[in-house]
């Protein structure tokens, strides 16, 4: 009998044996792909810090680009920029005195605007359905 529960034990014990070394195996399976996984999430960061370190730098570079293109179209305009804007400046200033006056005008014609009223010419209403 002791011979039998001698080999019942070592039987377990091979037993016990194969599962904790398939449990290992597992268990090193599982690690492996969370260090995978880390590693790909370190990777990821890693690029998107890259990215957007890349992205500040041609930020920064289009502002210079931009200042230094503007400043060399000026020198090449030789002036001529500034005339144009000046003489679209006055011909803004020209249309917008205009409108005040057609609105002015307008106003006064319907008697919203108080001040010197002008006589409009009286058209003639019969004949006229105002429905």
């Not at 144009?84 to 106003?107: H, I, Q, S, T, Y």
Request: aromatic fraction near 6%.
């Amino acid at each position: 009998m002791a011979l039998a529960l001698a080999e019942v034990n070592r039987i377990e014990l091979e037993e016990q044996a194969v599962w904790l070394a398939a449990q290992t195996k597992r268990l090193a399976a599982i690690a492996l792909e969370l260090d995978e996984a880390e590693r790909k999430s370190r990777l990821h960061d890693e690029m998107d810090r890259q990215e957007a370190w890349f992205r500040q730098c041609q930020d920064e570079a289009k502002a210079t680009e931009t200042a230094i293109m503007a400043h060399f179209q000026k020198q090449m305009d030789g002036g001529a920029y500034e005339k144009m804007v000046e003489r679209a400046n006055k011909a803004k200033a020209d249309m917008d005195r205009d409108n005040a006056r057609l609105e002015r005008l307008a106003l006064l014609k319907r008697g919203v605007l108080r001040g010197q009223r002008k006589k409009f010419a009286v058209m003639p209403t019969y004949g006229v359905d105002f429905r």
